[in-house]
Structures are given as C-alpha cells and as structure tokens.
C-alpha cells in the first residue's frame, strides 16, 4: 500500500511538471491572493513620494528576506536590491518602481490614499496614480512564486525596487552606486509597466523604441517692468514669453521632419505678483520628449534660436536675452531589444493566449528602466505594458490616464495576470540557451 501511495504521488508530481513549467504559479496565486491585495491596498493607502520611500522600501525589503534573498537595504537612496542564487545559469534582471505622486487621489476607492505631506512649501496630497502599487505587488508576487518552485529553473534572479523613477533619477543613483560592479551583470532585464487603456488581462509589447527621451528645460525670460497702465515704459517679459511659447510650436510643424516624433510642451510660467504690475522677469518650465538623437539636438538649438530672435524683436539688448537651461542628464528612450521581444512575446502568448498579446505603439512617456541596458555592457531589455482596465470602463470610454487622479487598475485580475506572464517569461530566461 505504502508502494502504491508513493508511486501514485510521484506520477501526478512527474504529470504536473511535464504538463505546465508554471503551472505552480496557479497554485500559488489561488492560495495567496489575498495576501497579495492586502498587501498592494497597504501600499496603495500608504505612498511615498521620489526620494522619500523609506518605508515602502523596509516592507519590500523584509517580504524578500523573508522568503530566503540576499537583500540589501537603502541602495543608492531607497533602493532595494534582491539576489536569489540558484544554481549555474543566467543571471536575469527584473525591476519594480517604488515611488508615487505628489497629488490628492479621487477615485473614491475604500482604500484611497488620504496622505498629505508638506510639498515645496505647501501641503500636496500623496497617490499612486502611475500603477508602481501594482507593479511592486506583481513583483512580490513572483517573487514568491519563483522562490518557492527552485527545483523549476536555475540561474540567478536579481530584483530591484527601485527609487525616484517619477522624476527620472532611480535607475542612475542605483548603478552610479555600483549596481552591476556589486551584484553582477544581468544577461537579460525585464520589466512591466500599468496601461491604463488596456483590458486587465492583456499584455502589449512595442519592439525597438517604446518610449522617449525625457527631458525637462528651464528658460529664464527678462524685461523691463513698468506699472501697468504704462506698458510703453515697459519692455513686457509676459508678452515675450507668451510668443515664445507660440513659436516653440513650429519647432514639431516646420523644422522637424514630418516621419519624426517630437513634443514640446510649456508645462508652467511663473511671472508677476498683480494685474497692475509689469514684472522684469518670467520663467518657463517645459519638457521634450524625442527618439532620436539628431532630433533631440535640433530642438535645443531652435528652442535657443527662438528664445533670442523674441527677445531681440522685443528690443532688449543681448546681455537680457532669455537663459535657456538643458540639463546634462536626462531620461533615455527606451529600447526594447528585438530578440528578447520575440522570446518574450512568444512565452506570454503561449500562456494567456495570442488574443490577449497586443503590439504596443511608441508613446513619448518617459521611463528611465531605460538605463539598465544603456550600460558599457549593453544589457537587452524588455518593459512591456500590463493591463490593468474593466471592459465595462473601456466600453464607457472611462479611461483616465496615469498621473490622472481618476486612475485606478483592476487589481486581481491585473496582478494575476502580471504575476502569471512574468514568471513565466523568468522561466523561460532561465532554462532556454542563449
């Protein structure tokens, strides 16, 4: 009888891997669900803005520690870095941000942030309206589910909780902390991103570009103030703005080619106290979004070209024309490395179905996962779009975007799914040869 048991179980155990390498992954979703949208409603109720993630960081910390990683702890800024060593075998890189938005949330969801924190001088709600809630749980969910199925893959598998992402800083303080000189070099990095438009259940994968370079431009616009009733006493840096603002949209209508992408959009001007006043000086704040590298250096020299011919139509001396500020460093386009989209799209195909695998357009969003492969070792990478919407809010067209304070997933079904179709693509990483 004891003969019969054992033989019994070892023909199911043998039936259940030959028949599904990640069919664990069911087993182990249908018995931690709950568990999993707790915890993304503690992290939904509880964010924490760039720079600041410090708790978010200790919770993913002490989740991956307690499941056998070697973590280390506040990794350039609140990063969070997760080896698990299994065997001989590659070494793959998948991400999580962390960070959420200084904004007031009014989805009216039972579980909505109702934080406040004091934000450059004054009080700002806090929200996770870009979906990191939902990609840390996901994350924390295949990590379970990889940690508990190690007899299923072998390799290395490097997680990273990511600081600062919203203002583009995260993924550079992690590697200019020595990243890849600490923990190794990734073969492959993957990584998935909320879609706010896209059914939950569905995944979409641009290949090559899927999103811009992100940069953020200060210009600094000078006059001559003057009460308001004089305005010929005045040389007006209000109306020297506003017509560089026009003009800096024939940057994309008459200098750019047409079959390039560009944006270049004023997102702030800040000038004067009172309607009576003319002030002496205005500032501008925009950001441009490009893919390519001459395009993104034509637009800084029209955007100064512009800048000057204003000031100089308006009659001020060139000592007062505008300073335009472009920073050095700034968010890269990212590149989804065509091979590893094949594989990838393949492997996710294969488990929730062709239907449910869309091709995904280029947005000029800006991501800096971008900079994991953007290294001297040139590491593929892959950051494809997760579902996260009803049919019922897509039918309706209720779809606000990310960053919107509407915005909200559907959060079983998106984390079941982003959980089923990256463990997936791990296995995958893990036991096919290069």
């Known amino acids: 009888m004891k003969f019969v048991k054992v033989f019994f179980f ?31 409603k503690e992290r939904h109720q509880n964010p924490e803005i760039s720079l600041q993630e410090k708790n978010t960081s200790a919770a993913l910390a002490n989740e991956l520690e307690k499941l056998g990683f070697e973590v280390t702890r506040d990794f350039g800024g609140h990063g969070v870095v997760g080896i698990l060593k299994n065997g001989n075998g590659p070494t793959v890189l998948y991400r999580t941000d962390m960070d959420a938005l200084p904004m007031y949330e009014k989805t009216g969801l039972g579980y909505a942030s109702e934080k406040t924190i004091d934000f450059r001088g004054s009080t700002s709600g806090t929200m996770h309206s870009c979906g990191h809630d939902i990609h840390m749980t996901t994350w924390l969910g295949v990590a379970k589910a990889m940690s508990q199925n190690k007899k299923g893959w072998k390799g290395t598998l490097m997680l990273i909780g990511q600081p600062a992402e919203e203002i583009g800083a995260g993924a550079r303080l992690m590697l200019n902390a020595g990243l890849y000189e600490k923990f190794g070099v990734p073969d492959h990095g993957i990584g998935l991103h909320c879609s706010p ?46 017509m560089i603002v026009m003009d800096l949209q024939t940057i994309a209508s008459r200098n750019v080619k047409p079959v390039d992408d560009v944006v270049v959009t004023v997102g702030a001007i800040q000038g004067g106290t009172v309607g009576n006043i003319i002030p002496d000086q205005v500032s501008m704040k925009l950001t441009v979004r490009t893919f390519k590298e001459e395009v993104r250096q034509l637009v800084h020299k029209r955007i100064k070209e512009i800048c000057n011919g204003v000031a100089m139509g308006a009659g ?119």
């Open 316 to 434: 001020l001396p060139e000592d007062k024309w505008p300073t335009v500020t472009i920073p050095e460093k700034f968010t890269l386009a990212n590149y989804n490395d065509p091979v590893l989209v094949s594989r990838v799209k393949n492997t996710i195909s294969g488990k929730i179905g062709t239907e449910n695998v869309e091709e995904a357009e280029p947005q000029m969003v800006g991501e800096d996962f971008s900079l994991y492969g953007h290294t001297k070792e040139d590491v593929p990478t892959v950051l494809f779009w997760l579902g996260t919407v009803t049919q019922e809010k897509i039918d309706k067209n209720d779809l606000p975007g990310l960053h919107s304070p509407f915005y909200y997933p559907d959060p079983e079904k998106t984390i079941e799914t982003g959980v089923m179709v990256t463990s997936a693509t791990l296995l995958d990483l893990f036991n096919k040869k290069k």
């Open 10 to 40: 070892g023909l199911v155990g043998f039936l259940f891997l030959s028949t599904s390498k990640v069919s664990f992954v069911e087993q182990y979703l249908e018995r931690d669900m709950d568990f999993l949208l707790e915890f993304y």
């Open 197 to 242: 438009t896209l059914k939950a259940g569905k995944v979409a994968v641009s290949d090559g570009y899927s999103m811009a370079n992100a940069e953020m431009i200060e210009i600094e616009v000078y006059g001559q103030g003057a009460h308001g009733a004089s305005p010929h006493m005045s040389v007006d840096p209000v109306v020297i703005a506003s």
